[in-house]
């Protein structure tokens, strides 16, 4: 079993930046692939990152070169750096973990955050 705990979401302009922290209870973090997915108001919810527990990283299109993610096994906790932050990444962010075929898709993952609000708007 696994729990999520994300924060560091909030308000802030248009090309700023925020990073986002995923806490992970349980000995097995270092075994579970993460990932950073969003939904905003309206929308379905989509794939932003993930990173392999072996290190290699996937983004989506709309966050490529803009947003990185990165993981600290040592200390439990995947991060979601943003930056360049646009009025359309305003988003409900969550964590998961698990060890999923294919990263961009949400059922494939066990595990679940509450998510953490990120809104960008001047």
């Known amino acids: 079993q696994v729990q999520l705990v994300e924060s560091g979401g909030g308000l802030v302009q248009p090309g700023g930046s925020l990073r986002l922290v995923c806490a992970a209870s349980g000995r097995a973090f270092a075994s579970y692939d993460m990932a950073w997915f969003r939904q905003a108001p309206g929308k379905e919810r989509e794939f932003v990152a993930a990173i392999r527990r072996s290190g290699p990283t996937l983004y989506a299109d709309s966050v490529k070169g803009r947003f990185t993610i990165s993981r600290d096994n040592t200390k439990n906790t995947v991060y979601l750096q943003m930056n360049s932050l646009k009025p359309e990444d305003t988003a409900i962010y969550a964590c998961?973990?698990?060890?999923?075929?294919?990263?961009?898709?949400?059922?494939?993952?066990?595990?679940w955050g509450q998510g953490t609000q990120v809104t960008v708007s001047s």
């Open positions: 998961a973990a698990g060890s999923p075929s294919y990263l961009m898709r949400a059922r494939a993952y066990d595990y």
